[in-house]
Structures are given as structure tokens and as C-alpha cells.
T-cell receptor, first 115, second 113 residues
Framework: GDSVTQMEGPVTLSEEAFLTINCTYTATGYPSLFWYVQYPGEGLQLLLKATKADDKGSNKGFEATYRKETTSFHLEKGSVQVSDSAVYFCALSLAGGTSYGKLTFGQGTILTVHP | GAGVSQSPSNKVTEKGKDVELRCDPISGHTALYWYRQSLGQGLEFLIYFQGNSAPDKSGLPSDRFSAERTGGSVSTLTIQRTQQEDSAVYLC???????????FGNGTRLTVT
């Protein structure tokens, strides 16, 4: 079945450091890929997405590129802030049809950024 | 505007009791999803409603779990004869169409003692 494997956490960084959170996937079809973020005390929210190979999703300084050849969707940010401290989830869904929101999530990566 | 609202925010129940969890989606959103977030299993899809179509129940873990969506709006997730392994945060999400990103509620934390 479909699955998502995320870099184990937790990840602790100093402010302005470079961030990478690795994500790889296994899918029977041609999935759409997502990063969701859960800030402390808040609900999950979409951070960015990509729906086809070589697409780059970006938002709030975060980027991830859909790499079909390596089945990866790694999350990167050049300079993290304390406010980026949150749990990050990589997810996939089958593109189109009625399955767009039927997501398979990775285990989540806790990011803590210190001043 | 108002987001997805879930109630109660916390629920403690005794093993064997039934519980109902409520979700008010964003007005006008036709798609509604339930997920479960637990320490052992991570985030798991449970059930999906789209308009008047039959729901996709493929993620429900057992026949003790059921959900309904009345009038295409509010949804209730019911767990009968709760077990300790049902303890988790139950998340509801809605989206304008089946091809739109999800908007999640803050969840209901269920503890079965």
C-alpha cells in the first residue's frame, strides 16, 4: 500500500540555521504530495503542495520539490525562525478523483528552533 | 471566518461506554474527513464524506466505529464500547471540493480509562 517515511526527529536548530526534513514515499499511483504543519495548540494546516514531478511547492520560506526519480519530497528552509517550531507532516494522496483529501501521512517531525 | 469546529475538545470516558464526537465543517465545504492521531499509529484516515455520495469508510478500524453527516453539514463520529486503544486525538477536516486542500479542526482528545 501507499506509505510515507519521514526523517526521525526531534530536530533542534538555532535560529537562522538551514533546515532539511527528509520525506520519501511509496505509492501505487501518481500521488500529490503535501507538507502539513501543526503549530503548538493549533490544528494541522497545509504548508505547501506539489501535484506533479519536478513541481516545487513553496510557502513562508519553505520549499519542497517533487522528485519522482527518487520518490522524495524533502522540506527545506534556508533560515529558520523560532516561530517555525512545530510538528511537520509529509503526506500523499492519489491525484484527482475523490481521493485528494484521503491522505497518507508520515509520522511527523518535531522541530524546535532556539534563539 | 470560522474554521472547522470540533466538540468536545476533551473527553474522558470509561472502557465500554459509547462516545459521540462532533464536527462542524466550514460553511459550504462539501467534503468532510475524519482522521485519528495516536502515539502508536500516527495520523490515520478514518472516513470521508463527499456531498450526497456514499461515504468512504475504508479507514474505520472496526465495526464499533461509525459516522454520519446530517444535511451535508455537521458530522458525528460514534465509537461504541470504547477500548483503551481508542484513546487518541480525533481530527475532523473539510474542504470546498474533493480536489482542494484540507482545513483541519483542533481535534477532540479522547481518553479511555
Amino acid at each position: 500500500g501507499d506509505s510515507v517515511t519521514q526523517m526521525e526527529g526531534p530536530v533542534t536548530l538555532s535560529e537562522e540555521a538551514f533546515l532539511t526534513i527528509n520525506c520519501t514515499y511509496t505509492a501505487t499511483g501518481y500521488p500529490s504530495l503535501f507538507w502539513y504543519v501543526q503549530y503548538p495548540g493549533e490544528g494541522l494546516q497545509l504548508l505547501l503542495k506539489a501535484t506533479k514531478a519536478d513541481d516545487k511547492g513553496s510557502n513562508k520560506g519553505f520549499e519542497a520539490t517533487y522528485r519522482k526519480e527518487t520518490t522524495s519530497f524533502h522540506l527545506e528552509k534556508g533560515s529558520v525562525q523560532v516561530s517555525d517550531s512545530a510538528v511537520y507532516f509529509c503526506a500523499l494522496s492519489l491525484a484527482g478523483g475523490t481521493s485528494y483529501g484521503k491522505l497518507t501521512f508520515g509520522q511527523g517531525t518535531i522541530l524546535t528552533v532556539h534563539p | 471566518g470560522a474554521g472547522v469546529s470540533q466538540s468536545p475538545s476533551n473527553k474522558v470516558t470509561e472502557k465500554g461506554k459509547d462516545v459521540e464526537l462532533r464536527c462542524d465543517p466550514i460553511s459550504g465545504h462539501t467534503a468532510l474527513y475524519w482522521y485519528r492521531q495516536s502515539l502508536g499509529q500516527g495520523l490515520e484516515f478514518l472516513i470521508y464524506f463527499q456531498g450526497n455520495s456514499a461515504p468512504d469508510k475504508s479507514g474505520l478500524p472496526s465495526d464499533r466505529f461509525s459516522a454520519e453527516r446530517t444535511g451535508g453539514s455537521v458530522s458525528t463520529l460514534t465509537i461504541q464500547r470504547t477500548q483503551q486503544e481508542d484513546s487518541a486525538v480525533y481530527l475532523c477536516a473539510s474542504s470546498p471540493t474533493s480536489n482542494s486542500p484540507l482545513h483541519f479542526g483542533n481535534g477532540t482528545r479522547l481518553t479511555v480509562t
